[in-house]
């Protein structure tokens, strides 16, 4: 059986009905990180029925503010490492899904020491995906467009499913590396589970070691931003809630070993990022330095996400770049004290690398 769903005006999109799923209780990985947090807030605000349990490990990137004021009969924290079997293997006996968002997350910091991100992104994915096995529960890896390395910047190409894999740098490898075992499982163990592969999210939360709220907090602080190389490379913008429907959506209708693209047409290169946060914060918009490039830095990702639109019938919500920005603008202006207590220490990181 088939069943269809619409947008209100008309049919968008089927799913085939032994695949839809409808859980009652959820296993979050990361849910204190930047786009964990946003899809806990975002199952908590859309889907009443459904209990959250969030494992974070709370490294330096998550921050259980994060989650802060969210129901208690909805929401638990569950503060431990996702390589703890044990841990995990009780965990996943009681729950219907497990969304997998924890990683090491920024591709400096694996420059600079790549052994956190073997042990969380691989031996991590690998503990998840034994325990899901064993007890049956649907898993849902959440990945990114950089498995797919890069694209020339006169290339009209976009990533698809099909693009093959070719990480550059530590951080996209042990992505792609956790991506691999996840087909593997699903192939050799009949592992139901999804696959997601996003591009650069924005929003509030996100951490200011990451490109616009390091800029935005520099700003703030009277310190100019940081432009790596000729600020030329191009990322794929989207804003993290659109990131958070489009997992929901996968998570509950997509097709099981699938892997669907999430990304929303926001091609910008970084210098243009960069003027565009400046003159929305009322600097001239040339008032930033050039510092030393990203060894092996990727020049371009691009997403086309006509799959998941066609298939599942998402559709971004936020288009509007430019409000988007400054609306996160805004946050960060008034959350300083979210950010101020990592801020120091991010910077001392970036100076000791020439960024
Ligand atoms: P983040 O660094 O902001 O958050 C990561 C979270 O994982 C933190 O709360 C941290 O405490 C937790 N964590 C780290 N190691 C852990 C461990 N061993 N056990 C338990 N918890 C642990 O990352 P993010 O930007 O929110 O990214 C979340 C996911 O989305 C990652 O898998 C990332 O690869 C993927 N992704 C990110 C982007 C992006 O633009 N940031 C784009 C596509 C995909
Ligand atoms: O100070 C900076 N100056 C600068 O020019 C920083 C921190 C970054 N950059 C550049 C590098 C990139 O071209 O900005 C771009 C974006 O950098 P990041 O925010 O570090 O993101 P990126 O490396 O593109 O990876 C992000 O998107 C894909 C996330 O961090 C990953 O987790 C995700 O998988």
New binding site residues.
């Given amino acids: 059986m088939t069943l269809a769903f619409s947008n209100g005006k008309g049919v968008i999109g089927t799913v085939d009905a032994q695949d839809a799923f409808e859980p009652e209780r959820i296993v979050v ?9 946003s899809f806990v807030h975002h199952v908590v605000r859309e889907r009443p029925g459904v209990h959250v349990t969030v ?9 259980p503010d ?1 989650i802060a004021g969210l129901p208690s009969d909805r929401v638990e924290l569950v503060v ?4 703890d079997a044990a841990l995990v293997d009780r965990l996943v006996s009681g729950t219907d899904a497990v969304v ?7 591709n400096d910091n694996s420059i600079a020491d790549p052994s ?1 991100f073997l ?3 691989v031996e ?1 994915t690998y503990t998840l995906i034994e325990a899901c096995r064993k007890h049956g529960a649907r898993y849902h890896h ?5 498995v797919y390395g890069d694209l020339a910047l006169d290339d009209p190409a976009k990533f698809t499913e099909e693009t093959p894999y070719h990480p550059s740098s530590p ?1 996209s490898s042990t ?1 792609a590396s956790s991506d691999m075992l996840v087909r593997a499982w699903t192939r050799t163990y009949g592992l139901r589970a999804t696959i997601s ?6 929003g509030p939360y ?2 200011v070691e ?1 490109f616009i709220p390091r800029q935005i907090t520099n700003i703030i602080d009277g310190v100019r931003p940081k432009l790596y190389g000729k600020g030329e490379n191009v990322r794929d913008w989207i804003h993290t809630e659109d ?1 958070s429907s489009a997992v929901w959506d996968i998570l509950t209708k997509g097709r099981m070993g699938e892997t669907y693209l999430i990304g929303a047409d926001g091609e910008k290169d970084n210098i243009t990022v960069l003027r565009m946060i400046l003159e929305a914060m009322g600097r001239d918009p040339e008032d930033f330095d050039w510092v030393a490039d990203r060894p092996g830095h990727d020049r371009r990702y691009a997403i086309d996400s006509t799959k998941l639109q066609r298939e599942l019938g998402w559709r971004p919500a936020h288009t509007d770049f430019a409000e988007g920005l400054k609306q996160t603008i805004d946050w960060y202006v008034a959350n300083e004290s979210w950010w101020r207590p990592a801020k120091e220490a991010t910077e001392a990181r970036y100076k000791a690398q020439g960024q």
Avoid at 55 to 63: E, I, M, S, V
């Fill in positions: 990985t990361g849910g204190c990180g930047f786009i964990g947090s494992l974070d490990k709370l490294t330096y990137a998550g921050n994060n431990g490492d996702i390589c997998h968002y924890a990683a090491e997350s920024h956190p042990k969380t992104n991590g959440v990945s990114t467009d950089e951080y992505k592969n996003c591009s650069n999210n924005y996100q951490h990451k990131h």
